[in-house]
């Protein structure tokens, strides 16, 4: 039997979130000053050391209801990334199918999408030029999530759908080349204390206000990655689930810094769209 090089293994230092000392809501901006690169925000990250599992080999071995996420292995047609355009003309409906394939989802509307590629040193944090976020986070709470159907559905729809399962669903995958430099790490759900470990946490957009969760440090956080993910591969990463009755429904996740990466390995480039998800 053939032996594995990949180290089964790694430790490295993840971001958490911290309260405001003040006892008040946590908020931060979405889009960073253009001269510092920084996010205003009433609260700050701090570093704590964790062991981090790689999955290669073991990969099939977790699932969307029971740790949250679930990687697979399918090569998109569109593979340019250049452009929203065409990102959205022909990945979006490529993706739709991909998405309804793996969960059995009746109806998929993806809502929004971002490419992000490392590029040290330039503080330019826009929707343009995004970066891998160091900072453990949940993209959606219950209220953030239900307030996408009703952005992002039609009126008459919106409330059938609520009162039916739905999710929210963020596929991610590298673009370009492997994965090594700042790889994505993903909390298994079941070592989440979600009456604990989760703060509310206001984002602010120009034009509204969202909500995710902050992720606050828990010693028994169960830490997962896919150690050099190819272009071919990705991972579904649950957002929000509706149903929530001994399944897992949030996936905290964050890129990290890989020890194990070469120094002259490619930077990262990555593609994620988020797509709400809907069963008949």
Known sequence: MPVSNEPRFVDTTLLYFTPPADGSKAWSNINADPVTGKRAANWEYQGHPVRIENLRGHEGEVSLDK????????????????????????????????????????????FDHTIRRRRPGEVADTP???????????????????????????????????????????????????????????CDFRSV???????????????????????????????????????????????????QDGIAWLTPHTAFEDPTTSPDAPKRESIELRALIFYD
Not at 71 to 88: C, G, I, K, L, R
Not at 215 to 236: C, F, I, Q
């Open 128 to 186: 343009q030029k995004r970066q891998p976020v160091a900072g453990v986070h949940v993209d959606q709470t219950p209220a953030s999530a239900a307030a996408r159907v009703h952005r992002h559905l039609p009126a008459a729809d919106a409330p059938g759908l609520l009162e039916r399962r739905f999710q929210i669903i963020n596929l991610w995958r590298p673009i370009s080349h492997v994965a090594h430099d700042w790889p994505l790490a993903l």
């Open 193 to 243: 204390d979600t009456t604990g470990d989760l703060a509310p946490h206001t984002l602010r957009y120009p034009e509204r206000d969202g909500e995710t969760f902050g992720v606050k440090w828990n010693d028994a956080h169960s830490w997962k990655y896919l150690r050099g993910m190819t272009p071919e591969e990705g991972v579904l990463i649950k957002c929000y689930d509706s149903e």
């Open 67 to 110: 740790n949250g996420f679930q990687y697979f292995n399918h090569p998109a047609q569109h593979t340019s990334f250049a452009n929203d355009e065409e990102v959205e003309a022909e990945y979006y409906p490529e993706s739709i199918e991909l998405l309804k394939q793996l969960t059995g989802a009746s109806r998929v509307v993806i």
